[in-house]
């Protein structure tokens, strides 16, 4: 039976990774992702998984490990934060240009410099370009269910590719937080067995992998992968829907709030979005039709989904926990604009880059937001395409 | 001891159409290595020449699984290789016993890739790791290393009217490798061939991690013509340049004395990259080489207790 227990979302992702019981994991500790390591140190030292823990010396080796292991024919994990993902950099473009269905939880975390332990969205957006799936968390319950269909995707034999889950850290990560986490024979079934054609311990089909390709056939390698992203949705779709069917807990490609009839939105990924919705709610006690969508699903990106979703809007504000340092904002708000560019939406879309470095954002901070864009639509404001939210300047 | 018509009916793992130079050891160092492996092996392989030489996609030179990922990373990566071994092993998904080698050049293993070498000596993966010592950034164009010995032109150490040749000694990687206090330690190269296969053969054998420093000619490099670099890795060991010894356990022992101890510079003069050596003005640093090699050897007899 699926029971209802209060667990941070480290202990809640460390538990689905127990119940996952992988061939391989190996990982290297970091603030805020330490717990994960720790508690999972504590499963393999009490036999409560038969997994291969590699504990390697450096978040690089992590990745590179897990390359290996993963291309020798195992289910492998890893996990990390910030310079961690960054160190890793290098080997993210290998794992997803192998082919390796690798899940990796991401606690987000503020990149260095200056350095800093708190949560923005700068490490996993620096990695947007890896190649790699990435699902965005907005509390526990959601790290939890997440880590298990980031799995099926990964290894979907039309995807193959290598998945982030991305969830705050300390917001989600040491926040207690109640959540159902399921039977660990419901998880069981619902991963299945990893099964590979190929792998490097096929003794009988030997095979090489990661050969020098140069001008004659790199660029059809790399276009393999490119179209992996069209086919992927239907993949993140089905693996989802197949989830909702065997928990009750259903998900999609992102989450509207009062979207239908808002005249004003905002597009946000992670925590906030339960910020967010608070500031709807006020905002519609002061009759603004205010609107909210939470993205999951950034890589693939949701493009077609998204346009319509928010075309009819008055005015939309993106909301983005990083910078892109182009003098334009944020990436997420890069993105959607290039979404709506050519659709024949006209709507205004700014932007709002807010709570770098774990800078607290508050529902009053949203309403801020909201506030903009319904004096934007009325004419009472200037547009400001770049803004940035709760910052001295 | 390795039995030279058993060997030869070993089969090749690295087999033709590879584009390694005419004269380069690592073909030679590497088949004399898989050779005795009595077990299937699987491969990992750094950036490097021997990667560049044997993988050109769409063609393998390798009859076995053999894996490239990067520069840095190789001993990381056969860590996850056999980590995936011992789980599907536990979990009875494979049954067969199968040896793991990561190969790298000085380079990838000196240099850019000493943390997880060291990293994956210090887990204890049951793995061989080979250092093809070229000493230089051979396959970029020669550019020094840390493995590169003191006075030699390299791109990035070229011999000016100010500074002649790289200005440091060698890294002494397999000393550091021995306080790792791993399975299995040794210096080999090609030349004396016995030798490394049976190196080889007690690093496979052995229950944990092992390292090979193998000396690897490179024509190119060392300037000097292809059909010499046989020759020129003997009188590298004969000069005591490049010793050849094992470490197991704590105990060092030298698993090949010369009979007489060659002048450093019979080895040095027969190499472009020292040429500008043997001038008046230079000769303090033939000097030089000499006295570290003279100390490092004596140093190396006494830790074998000699």
């Known amino acids: 039976m699926a029971k209802r227990v209060a667990l941070t979302g480290n202990e809640a992702v460390a538990l689905a990774m127990k119940q996952i019981n992988p061939d391989v994991v190996a990982a290297y500790p970091i603030t805020p992702q330490t717990d994960i390591v720790q508690y999972f140190s504590s499963f393999v030292a009490d036999g409560q998984v038969t997994t291969e823990f590699v504990r390697v010396e450096s978040e690089h080796s992590a990745m590179s490990a897990v390359i290996g292991s993963s291309a020798a024919g195992a289910r492998s994990i890893t996990a990390t934060s910030s310079q961690g993902l960054a160190l890793m950099h290098e080997m993210l473009h290998i794992a997803s240009s192998y082919r390796l269905p690798i899940v990796m939880p991401v606690v987000n975390r503020a990149l260095s410099g200056p350095i800093n332990i708190h949560c923005d969205h700068s490490d996993s957006m620096n990695a947007r370009d890896t190649g790699w799936i990435q699902l965005y968390c907005e509390d526990t319950q959601e790290a939890y269910d997440n880590m298990f269909i980031a799995l099926k995707i990964a290894e979907d034999p039309r995807v193959l590719t290598p998945v982030m889950v991305c969830f705050d850290g300390f917001i989600i990560s040491h926040a207690l937080e109640n959540l159902v986490v399921e039977d660990e024979d419901v998880i069981k079934k619902y991963v299945g067995q990893f099964e590979p054609d190929r792998y490097l311990l096929d003794v009988d089909n030997p095979h090489t992998i990661g050969p020098l390709a140069l001008y004659d056939y790199y660029f059809e390698v790399k276009r393999q992968q490119a179209e992996v992203m069209f086919h992927a949705m239907d993949a993140v779709s089905e693996a989802s829907a197949e989830y909702g069917k065997v928990t009750g807990r259903n998900y999609d490609l992102f989450e509207t709030y009062k979207l239908d009839d808002a005249d004003v939105g905002i597009i946000v990924i992670g925590s906030t979005a339960g910020t967010a919705r608070g500031a709807v709610d006020k905002l519609r006690e002061q009759g603004v039709k205010a609107g909210l969508i939470k993205l999951r699903v950034f890589r693939p990106a949701p493009r077609e989904e998204i346009v319509a979703a928010i075309r009819h809007l008055k005015a939309l504000a993106v909301m983005d926990r990083a910078d892109s340092y182009a003098g334009f904002g944020g990436p997420l708000f890069g993105e959607v604009r290039s979404w709506l560019y050519g659709t024949g939406a006209s709507l205004p879309v700014v932007n709002f880059v807010y709570g770098l470095g774990g800078r607290d954002v508050v529902v009053n901070d949203v309403a801020s937001v909201y506030e903009y864009l319904d004096k934007l639509v009325r004419n009472q404001a200037p547009l400001q395409l770049v803004q940035y939210l709760g910052v001295r300047e | ?306």
Request: with cysteine; net charge neutral; aromatic share 8%.
């Open chain 2, 1 to 306: 001891m390795a039995n030279l018509r058993e060997l030869s009916k070993q089969p090749e793992v690295l087999t033709q159409g590879h584009r390694l130079c005419a004269g380069c050891g690592h073909g030679t160092i590497v088949r004399q290595i898989l050779a005795a492996s009595p077990d299937p092996v699987v491969i990992g392989c750094a950036t490097g020449c021997l990667e560049v030489a044997t993988t050109i996609y769409p063609y393998t030179s390798w009859s076995s699984s053999w894996m490239h990922t990067a520069f840095e990373n190789v001993a990381a990566q056969v860590s996850g290789i056999e980590a995936a071994y011992n789980a599907l092993r536990r979990r009875d998904k494979i049954e067969q016993r199968q040896n793991f080698v990561a190969f790298a050049g000085d380079g990838g293993t000196y240099d850019i890739g000493l943390q997880a070498l060291s990293g994956a000596a210090e887990r204890g993966h049951r793995m061989m790791y080979v250092c093809l010592d070229n000493g230089a950034y051979m396959n970029t164009g020669i550019q020094r290393s840390s493995a590169t010995p003191l006075g030699a032109d390299t791109t990035t150490s070229p011999a000016g009217s100010v500074l002649p040749g790289k200005s440091e000694h060698r890294k002494d990687l397999t000393a550091i490798m021995a306080a790792h206090d791993v399975a299995f330690v040794a210096q080999a190269a090609p030349s004396h061939w016995n030798d490394l296969v049976t190196k080889a053969q007690k690093g496979f054998a052995a229950d944990g991690f092992s390292f090979l420093n193998v000396l690897s000619p490179c024509p190119r490099g060392w300037r000097m013509d292809t059909n010499e670099s046989i020759e020129l890795t003997r009188l590298a060991v004969d000069t005591c340049y490049w010793p050849l010894f094992e470490v197991v356990e704590g105990e060092w022992r030298l698993t090949y004395q010369p009979k007489e101890k060659k002048p450093l510079a019979e080895w040095l003069k027969r190499q472009g990259r020292f040429r500008h050596l043997f001038t008046e003005a230079n000769q303090h640093i033939l000097d030089e080489l000499q006295a570290h090699v003279d100390r490092k050897w004596e140093d190396l007899k006494r830790r074998c207790g000699i």
